[in-house]
């Protein structure tokens, strides 16, 4: 099976591909903007392995996600 980030996946269609490749088996983690939308995203896929927090539109943020 594949890791994978799903970014946005704390609501919509971020959230429905995380929930449905998690339930495939796949290392899912998850991606919020800030650290509320993390937790929303953590609640919704619960068998993910794992949340990242961070702004994608900025560049040191997105540099800290991808670490």
């Known amino acids: 099976m594949a890791k994978i980030l799903i970014t ?3 609501e919509g269609i971020g ?3 995380a929930a449905t490749l998690a339930g ?3 290392e899912v983690v998850l991606h919020g903007r800030t650290e509320r939308r993390a ?3 953590r609640a919704a896929v619960p ?3 794992g949340v990242v927090v ?3 539109t900025s560049l040191e943020q997105t ?3 991808a670490r």
Do not use: F, I, W, Y
């Open 47 to 49: 068998t993910a392995a």
């Open 24 to 26: 495939q088996g796949h």
């Open 39 to 41: 937790e929303d995203a």
């Open 8 to 10: 946005g996946s704390s």
């Open 15 to 17: 959230r429905h591909t």
């Open 63 to 65: 540099r800290d996600v």
């Open 54 to 56: 961070g702004d994608l």
